[in-house]
């Protein structure tokens, strides 16, 4: 049976990965994403898109040889090689998710505060970055 706090964790997961989807500008060459359900839309076009789409298409393998587990090795490679703030940050939403699979919520729960540290950090350099008025 699910626990309430796992149900709980899954619902703020899936907040955090609507939330950096939102936070996403569309190219200027593509037209906004409709306000409609999950997937429905295109995905934003910008400059993590490639990446990000590989690590979806990597993932649906790995979880259809029953190998999903391995993908966790995928996810902290690329946040070894990359410093792009919206890649770090859907990476570490999707680690997170693939460790709630084996239902380990306290590595799940390390893993987020782990982005959302690198988060406050980023926004903190660029408010620093901000001319004053």
Sequence with gaps: ???????????????????????????????????GPAHDAPP???????????LEHLQRLYDMSGRDAEMNA???????????????HYVYVALARNQLKPANVDQAIDTIRKSLDEDIDTLDKQAAQRPKR
């Design 74 to 88: 995928v996810y902290h490679d690329v946040l070894s090689k990359t410093h792009d703030p919206a890649l770090r």
């Design 44 to 54: 934003p076009h910008g400059p993590g898109f490639a990446a990000v789409n590989d």
């Design 1 to 35: 049976m699910i626990s309430l706090k796992r149900i709980s964790l899954f619902a703020a997961l899936v907040a955090l990965t609507s939330a950096a989807h939102a936070q996403v500008p569309p190219s200027s060459d593509f037209p906004p994403p409709h306000d």
